[in-house]
């Protein structure tokens, strides 16, 4: 089984950057998707950015222009980085990586999520 690692999280002031990484546990050779997730208190669990296997990227509106989301060759380790960071982008951080696939009846791979770390961003 496939376990993800966060890294990168922290406490930033407003207009400042982080970069965010996502490691896995064992060697990812392709998936369907590729994601970063937040979760700020009192919210629901909303999808940031996707990559696919094929390198299609997809952000959410409210980090157009100021989030990328990008990849090694290899596909992992899996990268966010974020630029003008404002408070409203307080959040657990999340990577998700779907490498399910389909043969007739049979559905195999996974659906795998990290612990989540932590972006603070206060003045």
């Known amino acids: 089984q496939v376990q993800l690692f966060e890294s990168g999280g922290g406490s930033v002031q407003p207009g400042g950057s982080l970069r965010l990484s996502c490691a896995a546990s064992q060697s990812i050779y392709t998936y369907n998707t590729a994601s970063w997730y937040r979760q700020a208190p009192g919210q629901p669990r909303e999808l940031v950015a996707t990559?696919?296997?094929?390198?299609?990227?997809t952000y959410a509106d409210s980090v157009k222009g100021r989030f990328t989301i990008s990849r090694d060759a290899a596909k992992l380790p899996l990268y966010l980085q974020m630029n003008s960071l404002t408070p409203e982008d307080t959040a657990v951080y999340y990577c998700?990586?779907?490498?399910?696939?389909?043969?007739?009846?049979?559905?195999?791979?996974?659906?795998?999520w990290g612990q989540g770390t932590q972006v603070t961003v206060a003045s």
């Open positions: 998700n990586i779907d490498t399910t696939g389909r043969k007739g009846w049979t559905t195999y791979g996974g659906v795998y």
């Open positions: 990559i696919t296997g094929s390198g299609t990227i």
